[in-house]
């Protein structure tokens, strides 16, 4: 149990049935920014089947206040090759109305431990930039992932569209051990 902001936050893995309320934090990202570059929400049975498909593999965890999830993060497979199997590409979701409550740092933090367990020491994370921050995407994530720890290595120009406008993206990376 941590404690952020007076509030009792529990990390615990999630499960497909927590499906819907992910996908209640995950839909504004989708409908309102450019944080990530898909465009249209999936449906419940497609988030069941990425959480369950994730879960095969890899960690995928839940922030929970009072018993309903604020935020997640999941692993996934940097590449499909079996030099790759000690990176991951790691991507995290916080409520709107919760940010700035450390939600993202206590998940990324429970990630990196039970990603170490698991031989797992190099962690990646594609972040969509931009040089003038607008209303679809004020660059909050880059600096989160800075705080974490996190190194810029790649920078692509212009790569994503969203909004009618071009987004460029950072690829980061922290290795954890050995």
């Not at 600096?143 to 790569?159: P, Y």
Request: proline share 2%.
């Amino acid at each position: 149990m941590n404690t952020s902001d007076n509030f009792d936050i529990e990390i615990r893995s999630a499960t497909v049935n927590d499906a819907a309320r992910l996908l209640e934090i995950y839909a504004p990202y989708v409908e309102n920014t450019a944080v990530t570059f898909e465009y249209t929400v999936p449906s419940v049975s497609e988030f069941e089947g990425r959480i369950s498909n994730t879960l095969k593999h890899y960690p995928y965890i839940a922030a929970c206040i009072d018993g309903q999830p604020v935020g997640y993060a999941y692993a996934g497979a940097l590449k499909n090759r079996a030099a790759y199997a000690h990176s991951v590409e790691l991507s995290v979701y916080v409520r709107t109305d919760c940010r700035g409550r450390k939600i993202g740092s206590l998940l990324y933090n429970r990630m990196e431990k039970e990603l170490l367990l698991r031989g797992i020491t190099h962690l990646y994370a594609c972040v969509a930039y931009t040089e003038k921050e607008d209303f679809h995407l004020d660059n909050a994530s880059v600096r989160f992932h800075l705080k974490q720890g996190f190194e810029a290595v790649g920078h692509f120009s212009g790569c994503g569209i969203k909004f009618c406008k071009s987004y460029d993206v950072i690829w980061f990376q922290k290795i954890i051990g050995g």
